[in-house]
């Protein structure tokens, strides 16, 4: 099962669409879950739901993640060590999202765009190389340039 979650502050109608039209195309060899939040687009091609109290369920079942760009998300789908993409909504604040996910890549080759278009090419790339984020070795270090990162962002 693919899951994608969009977080419950901003619509992200954009990548939900692109997902759906994606199923539809028969890009995702698996059903496709999708916690859509305050989207308005309602999916034909996958599941939905807008909130659930946890969606860690879902986080653990999944073979790939698409999650939206928040700080949040991001960490859980770096920690779910499972093969993922994220998306920066655009129409977050300043576009912090963008900004937050660029600084980290810096740091760590996360799979990311501002382009939702891109998820095509993002999902089939996860499942041609092996695509395990390698978090640096040294935990603090770590640690220290997150900080470092979201004091930066404003975040």
């Given at each position: ?17 692109e997902?759906?039209?994606?199923a ?112 640096p070795c ?18």
């Amino acid at each position: 099962m693919i899951f994608v979650t969009l977080g419950t502050t901003l619509p992200f109608d954009a990548l939900l669409k692109e997902v759906d039209r994606l199923a539809a195309a028969g890009v995702f060899p698996e059903p496709v879950i999708c916690q859509t939040g305050t989207s308005t687009y309602i999916p034909e091609n996958c599941e939905s739901f807008p909130y659930k109290a946890t969606i860690a369920e879902y986080l653990n079942a999944a073979s790939f993640l698409i999650v939206h760009g928040g700080t949040g998300s991001t960490l859980q789908a770096l920690r779910s060590g499972r093969p993922f993409a994220v998306f920066a909504n655009p129409i977050a604040q300043n576009n912090h999202q963008a900004e937050f996910l660029q600084e980290l890549s810096n740091e760590i080759p996360i799979p990311w765009s501002d382009d939702v278009h891109d998820l095509a090419t993002l999902y089939t790339s996860a499942h041609q190389e092996d695509r395990k984020i390698k978090i640096p070795c040294h935990r603090v270090k770590f640690q220290d340039a997150l900080r470092s990162i979201l004091r930066e962002a404003g975040i």
